[in-house]
């Protein structure tokens, strides 16, 4: 029995996440380290950021090398920002208004993410409202390849927000399969 195009694009997302999970282990923590402070400089001198109600960020989960936002999200609540990270219930991202990194916990994905807490949930996104989005591959329109769970594609479909997305200059790549359900960013913010 041939494979299904939906069967084709499945594995081939497959076998690029793995790829890409083998390049950031491959990272070097200097990389990280250099590459992340220059895409928080650039992140942080957007315009849309500067002019931001609310700042919605992943946090980065330790050991993948994923593009840190810790320094963002502290420079932003020095800044006195208003600034939510995600935590998981069921299907979907629930933001949640934080003051600081020190009380996030581990969720079952080893994610750093708020306890919960109902009186800090973001119910209200107020137009200008930027969510910093995290992607293992990236094309130059923006289309995105995520870890597969798809929390970013349904929270983005709903909303109209500034998406920007974060990844290493070698993560954007010329083409992705890409289906209906997968969201693009306005832009991609990268080390290069």
């Given at each position: 029995?041939?494979?299904?195009?939906e069967e084709v694009i499945r594995q081939e997302k497959q076998r690029l996440r793995r790829e890409?999970?083998?390049?950031?282990?491959?990272?070097?923590?200097?990389?990280?380290?250099?590459?992340?402070?220059?895409?928080?400089?650039?992140?942080?001198a957007l315009p849309e950021v500067r002019r931001a109600p609310l700042v919605l960020s992943?946090?980065?989960?330790?050991g993948m090398n994923e593009v840190p936002t810790s320094p963002i999200i502290e420079a932003l609540l020095a800044e006195r920002k208003a600034v939510a990270v995600p935590r998981v219930e069921?299907?979907?991202?629930?933001?949640?208004?934080?003051?600081?990194?020190a009380g996030l916990v581990s969720d079952v994905?080893?994610?750093?993410?708020?306890?919960?807490?109902?009186?800090?949930?973001?119910?209200h996104y107020p137009p200008g409202t930027v969510c910093l989005v995290p992607g293992l591959w990236?094309?130059?329109?923006?289309?995105r390849l995520g870890y597969g769970k798809g929390y970013f594609d349904r929270f983005l479909l709903v909303l109209k927000l500034h998406?920007?997305?974060?990844g290493w200059k070698e993560s954007v790549i010329g083409?992705?399969?890409?289906?209906?359900?997968?969201?693009?960013?306005?832009?991609?913010i990268t080390d290069a």
């Open positions: 029995m041939p494979d299904t195009t890409g999970i083998a390049k950031r282990r491959a990272m070097t923590p200097d990389a990280v380290r250099r590459g992340g402070e220059i895409i928080a400089a650039r992140v942080l992943y946090v980065e989960k330790p069921g299907e979907h991202l629930i933001w949640q208004s934080v003051d600081g990194l994905f080893g994610v750093p993410t708020p306890e919960k807490d109902d009186r800090l949930v973001i119910r990236w094309t130059d329109a923006g289309y998406s920007i997305g974060l083409d992705l399969p890409i289906e209906p359900h997968d969201q693009a960013v306005e832009v991609v």
